[in-house]
């Protein structure tokens, strides 16, 4: 195969990909309605569900101590991040606030996630992403 | 190629491999996201995939992984690197193999597979579906990535060439 072709396949490829995850982006930003509560899961086992309305923050912000680690979870204006932990990359910290269901946040070394969900428990919402 | 020199030249890359994952432990890159990563490292592995076969790049990848896995990282951070690493090396190695692309597809593919390879390990470890939302961002930081990547590679290559390295296109 000429180099020509391979750099037309090349072009083809790069294209696909860029607008399959633009596409995929796209529709989580718009399908994703806003969520109503969210739930701690370490392990995949629910520790916590928290309903988004109720801000807690300052003292009342949720301390998450467990065996893996620390990790302090903020609900302010329906949204909620983790504001600190002591997690070697504190990647958790870095990531955006979440409000729409579907959405989490995540800390891998303590195998944390906090997911955003609606009002019913649709397993199946959670799983399409 | 003698037996000594491709030994010497392999360590060199292995040396190299290594160096670039402590480069790239330096460089905050990530945007908060876990398993995004610049991949520098890949590109000895790309490299060597170019220079000898599978079997040589395979070798380096997991070596380097390990390596650099016990001296920057933790016994996760291999585990994710593993996964990232070697669905990466299969899929740039399978690419070379059907040869429809360039260097610079071949690595796209192989930043995408290695971020896709780790996203789901870490499905497994955290046990929810939930990170699979990450998938959209590890797309695109998997393509620009390899992009970049791949046309690092490409400068060097023609000039591994001229030092008689044997270069199979």
Not at chain 1, 33 to 52: A, D, F, H
Not at chain 2, 28 to 55: D, E, H, Q, T
Request: with cysteine; net charge positive; proline share 2%.
């Amino acid at each position: 195969m000429d180099l020509k072709t391979k750099k037309r396949n090349d072009f083809l490829l790069t294209g696909f990909l860029l607008i399959a995850a633009i596409s995929f982006l796209i529709f989580q930003n718009y399908r994703g309605k806003m969520g109503s509560r969210v739930i701690v899961q370490q392990n995949g086992e629910t520790l916590y569900e928290l309903s988004l309305t109720e801000d807690r923050t300052g003292e009342n912000a949720l301390r998450l101590e467990t065996a893996a680690g620390y990790n302090l979870l903020v609900i302010e204006d329906g949204k909620a991040y983790i504001k600190e932990a002591d997690c070697p990359d504190k990647l958790c910290v870095k990531q955006r606030a979440i409000s729409r269901q579907g959405e989490s946040l995540i800390c891998l070394p303590h195998r944390l996630v906090v997911a955003v969900e609606g009002e019913e428990k649709s397993e199946i919402d959670a799983v399409t992403y | 190629m003698g037996k000594v020199r491709k030994t010497a030249n392999l360590g060199m890359l292995l040396a190299a491999a290594l160096l670039l994952s402590y480069v790239e432990s330096l460089i905050p890159f990530g945007f908060g996201i876990p398993g995004i990563k610049l991949g520098l490292a890949n590109l000895a592995v790309l490299l060597c995939l170019y220079c000898w076969s599978g079997k040589e790049a395979f070798a380096l990848n997991v070596m380097r992984i390990l390596l650099a896995g016990f001296l920057f990282g933790n016994l996760y951070s291999i585990l994710y690197s593993l996964a990232g690493g070697c669905a990466s090396f299969f899929v740039m190695w399978l690419a070379k193999r059907i040869n429809r692309l360039t260097i610079q597809g071949i690595s796209v593919l192989g930043g995408v597979a290695h971020n896709l390879g780790q996203i789901v390990v870490a499905a497994f470890v955290v046990e929810t579906a939930g990170v699979f939302y990450l998938i959209p961002y590890l797309l695109l930081s998997g393509i620009l990535t390899g992009m970049l990547i791949g046309f690092v590679t490409g400068l060097i290559l023609p000039h591994l060439k001229n030092r008689s390295m044997e270069v199979r296109e």
